[in-house]
């Protein structure tokens, strides 16, 4: 009788812990578990693409006019028009394992952006992203925040690839799509 107790004392522990997790990890549990596998980024681009398949892709879309070089030696820019009808640029370059894309960083901006300008704010700019990411994903972004909410970020998990949106600076907002298990890896693996 005694033993009985103690399994139900164990197992009302698991029950209770395996409740106390975020609806974040819930989701990215459930996607991971799926199986799924989702690759796609934007423009043709995508999870697992070799260097030289990004740079060919990325070459024919500068030559048809929707690529162009970015500020630095290292981006790639797209000029758009946001949800809300802003302009601004996206600014991107992946990271690669194994010459195979992981990881892409992208940083947006609006045109017209100034300190004093509310409607330009990096606020309504991470709304738009999450727009306009919503048009290219899906719905389904989850609000995921600090307990101060000082840091707000919007997050989507298909299968493999995760999706995160958040404020960067005063006036840019960054995103990150990644395959979430090589990422994970990479993240453990001693450098």
């Known amino acids: 009788m005694k033993n ?13 812990l395996s409740s106390c997790k975020t609806e974040y990890q819930k989701l990215e549990e459930k996607e991971l ?13 995508k999870l697992g693409m070799s260097q030289r398949e990004f740079f060919e892709t990325c070459w024919t879309l500068n030559k048809e006019g929707v ?15 946001f949800p809300s009808g802003n302009a601004g640029k ?26 004093w300008n509310d409607s330009l704010s990096v606020e309504v700019l991470r709304a738009d992203v999450v727009k306009l990411f ?10 995921v925040t600090n307990e101060d ?6 997050v989507k998990v298909d299968g493999n690839r995760r999706i995160r949106v958040f404020k960067k600076t005063i006036s840019s907002v960054r995103a990150e799509i990644s395959d979430l298990p090589l990422q994970k890896k990479i993240s453990q693996t001693p450098s």
């Open 4 to 16: 009985l107790w103690y399994i139900l004392l164990i197992s009302l522990l698991f029950s209770s």
């Open 33 to 45: 578990a799926s199986g799924k596998e989702v690759t796609d980024l934007f423009f043709g681009l």
């Open 67 to 81: 690529l162009t070089n970015g500020p630095s030696e290292l981006s790639v820019e797209h000029s758009l028009v």
């Open 90 to 115: 996206m600014r991107f370059y992946p990271q690669f394992h194994e010459d195979k894309i992981y990881f892409m960083p992208i940083e947006f901006s609006y045109d017209g952006w100034s300190p």
């Open 134 to 143: 919503e048009q290219w994903y899906g719905e389904g972004f989850l609000e």
């Open 149 to 154: 909410r000082s840091q707000i970020a919007y």
